[in-house]
């Protein structure tokens, strides 16, 4: 007889499913025997993905399309799941993107729409969906940091800050829940191929970049899948990224801000 699979029986939500590393977390969910609700904007691309996976694992999907940079969006997905009697039990939130203007030129209503995106929906995500984990016993959840949380951020404004902020919350959410079997990882990537830097409008400042910084967004996906499953409350993925992120811990304060004024690749 063959060997149950992890997700069978479970759903998982994934904000940010129509392209990049939420499409390729989708695929490892669906692999793994889960039943995937995908979030983004463009409905046509999670139209696109959700018919790949049914026909490749013979998952059940469905498509919610939303904008996560209104306030409303993230307690109107609750409510609509809640009403269809979904139970959610494993959360990807990865819906993002950055703004490239200095902080002062940017306009506030970008800043506002980021901050509700990468801060306001993941925490009122977290804090709908994990009472209902907490409550089942049972719950995973991923949020997408960066290894930009790891030192200010000259030339990419809030998005550090936003992703200093889910690492910590992260950490926090776990300390919290782990002993209800529910886990939260902050899972913090570095460069990735996705469509991440067309949006920002940095791609060919990008493909100036050596090719070895690099990592393929199934990779970090995986990578991701198992550290959640693993209990491990932080990831970095990828040898290179791990072994920034542990030289910056040595770091003093002062020689970060130094490194971060000259680090500027936009
Ligand atoms: N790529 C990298 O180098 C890298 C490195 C570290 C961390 N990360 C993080 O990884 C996550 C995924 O990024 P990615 O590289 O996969 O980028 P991506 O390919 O551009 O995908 C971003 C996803 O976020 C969704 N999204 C953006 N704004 C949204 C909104 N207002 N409402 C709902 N969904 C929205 C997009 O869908 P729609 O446009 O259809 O709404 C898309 O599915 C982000 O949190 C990013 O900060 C990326």
Redesign the pocket.
């Known amino acids: 007889m063959s060997k149950a699979l992890e997700g069978q029986g479970k759903t998982v939500l994934i904000?940010?499913?129509?392209?990049?590393?939420?499409k390729a977390f989708a695929d490892v969910f669906a692999t793994n025997g889960f039943d995937v609700v995908l979030?983004?904007?463009?409905i046509e691309?999670l139209e696109e993905v959700a018919s790949e996976l049914e026909s490749k694992h013979g998952i059940s999907t469905r498509c919610i399309a939303?904008?996560?940079?209104k306030s409303t969006s993230a307690k109107k997905i609750y409510d609509e799941l809640k009403r269809e009697g979904v139970t959610i039990d494993a959360l990807v939130n990865?819906?993002?993107?950055a703004i490239t203007k200095p902080f002062t030129e940017a306009k506030w209503k970008d800043h506002s729409d980021l901050m509700n995106?990468m801060v306001n929906s993941v925490t009122q995500l977290c804090y709908l969906f994990a009472k209902d984990m907490k409550a089942n016993g049972y719950g995973r959840i991923i949020n997408?940091s960066?290894v930009a949380a790891f030192s200010p951020q000259y030339g990419g404004n809030l998005y550090g800050a936003t992703k200093a902020f889910v690492k910590d919350l992260s950490e926090a959410l776990d300390l919290e829940l782990k002993k209800h079997n529910v886990y939260c990882t902050a899972l913090c990537?570095?460069?990735?191929r996705?469509?991440?830097h067309d949006?920002m409008g940095v791609s060919s400042a990008m493909d100036k970049l050596p090719k070895w910084i690099w990592m393929d967004?199934k990779t970090v996906a995986n990578q991701g899948y198992r550290a959640v499953m693993r209990g491990d409350v932080r990831y970095v993925n990828g040898i290179l990224n791990k072994s920034l992120v542990t030289a910056m811990g040595f770091l003093p304060g002062k020689v970060k801000y130094f490194l971060s004024e000259k680090q500027n690749v936009f």
């Open positions: 904000t940010g499913a129509s392209a990049g590393i939420g979030v983004a904007r463009r691309k939303a904008d996560l940079a990865n819906a993002g993107y995106v997408l960066s990537p570095g460069f990735t996705s469509e991440f949006v967004a």
